[in-house]
């Protein structure tokens, strides 16, 4: 079992930046792939970054490449999303994930991943 738990979140106007943190609760969470993924009212659960277990490679949703950057510290069982650029459509309850088997071509599905955060917050003012 891994628990995650979300920070970070605010609220931020348009063009301004947070870092998102998810920690997790297990010793081994090396060996998990983590994901970001955020849902706004309404709306279905919505892929945004992933990161591997090894040699950290990342993915991203077309609509925040070179806006959020997803990133990790094995050595403190933390994952970030470090977002830049805000825009108000960005406005959401973002979610960390973990999964054993993520890391793939299927990523940004949220069916790959086993444990979740309950998620925190961002809401983008213009």
């Known amino acids: 079992q891994v628990q995650l738990v979300e920070s970070g979140g605010g609220l931020v106007q348009a063009g301004g930046s947070l870092r998102l943190s998810c920690a997790a609760s297990?010793?081994?969470?090396?060996?998990?792939?983590m994901g970001w993924f955020r849902q706004a009212p309404g709306k279905e659960r919505e892929f945004v970054a992933a990161?591997?277990?090894?040699?950290?490679?990342?993915k991203y949703a077309d609509s925040v490449k070179g806006r959020f950057t997803i990133s990790r510290d094995n050595a403190k069982n933390t994952v970030y999303l470090q977002m830049n650029s805000l825009k108000p459509e960005d406005t959401a309850v973002y979610h960390c994930?973990?999964?054993?088997?993520?890391?793939?071509?299927?990523?940004?599905?949220?069916?790959?991943?086993?444990?979740w955060g309950q998620g925190t917050q961002v809401t983008v003012s213009s």
């Open positions: 990161i591997s277990w090894g040699d950290s490679g990342t």
């Open positions: 297990r010793r081994t969470f090396g060996s998990y792939a």
């Open positions: 994930a973990a999964g054993s088997t993520a890391w793939g071509p299927r990523s940004f599905m949220p069916a790959q991943y086993d444990y």
